[in-house]
């Protein structure tokens, strides 16, 4: 059996990432990795669903104890990526989504130079501040901060394999799947395949 493939992907706050990645992983044989966080909950997110949301103490616990893939400090509090369901849905051949900002993803590329990484991008920075303002979760001085860090994350977009525009839902969601398909289809991925047709000729 195939080994899973682990996806990166970023973006900006307000871009829409986690809508979009809601569609994918309807799809059979994704996993959505579930990030750790030390910020309280937004009005509607689960514990477990959303974020494992924790203390500080219990996340340093895990980073002294090599738990966390990878984890950075965002915006006054920690974010990471536990290391056991990763590992154990990757050996069972499911393709993994890790959704976390650009601090993380560049630790990503270090330690797992063959996972691909997408970078979903706003149409604008106006349409952006427009998504954050609607969002009503947080004050004209957050949003300014946010729009501020945007613009250096957008930057790094270069750094990724792929860059999606989310200006239409369903357009960004078949951009993701292709390129999932096209990852698929490596040569790499499929080399069990080749040698199998080989040797039934």
């Known amino acids: 059996m195939s080994k899973g493939i682990l996806m990166v992907v970023s973006g900006p706050s307000g ?5 979009v990645l809601a569609e994918i992983v309807k799809s059979d044989n994704i996993f959505y990795s579930v990030s750790a966080t030390t910020r309280s909950p937004r009005p ?12 500080k103490d219990k996340f ?22 536990p290391l056991k369901p990763v590992e154990d849905m990757l050996e069972k051949g499911c393709h993994v989504i890790l959704e976390i900002e650009v601090q993380g993803a560049m630790k990503i590329k270090e330690k797992c130079p063959d996972a691909v990484f997408i970078f979903i991008l706003p149409p604008s920075l106006k ?7 609607k969002r009503g979760t947080e004050s004209a001085e957050v949003i300014e901060k946010r729009l501020g860090e945007a613009a250096g994350e957008i930057a790094h977009a270069y750094k990724y394999d792929y860059a999606v525009v989310n200006g239409d ?7 993701i799947k292709s390129i999932i398909r096209a990852e698929e289809l490596k040569t790499a991925k499929i080399k069990n395949t080749i040698n199998e047709v080989l040797e039934n000729a």
């Not at 871009?15 to 809508?19: A, E, I, N, P, R």
């Not at 738990?67 to 965002?74: K, V």
């Open 44 to 55: 509607g997110e689960t514990d477990g669903i959303n974020y494992h949301f924790l203390t």
């Open 60 to 81: 340093e616990e895990m980073i002294d104890d090599e738990g966390m893939l990878e984890y950075a400090s965002y915006c006054g509090n920690y974010y990471g990526t």
């Open 127 to 133: 349409e952006l501040r427009r998504r954050l303002e």
């Open 15 to 19: 871009c829409g990432k986690g809508t």
């Open 169 to 175: 839902l369903s357009k960004a969601v078949n951009d």
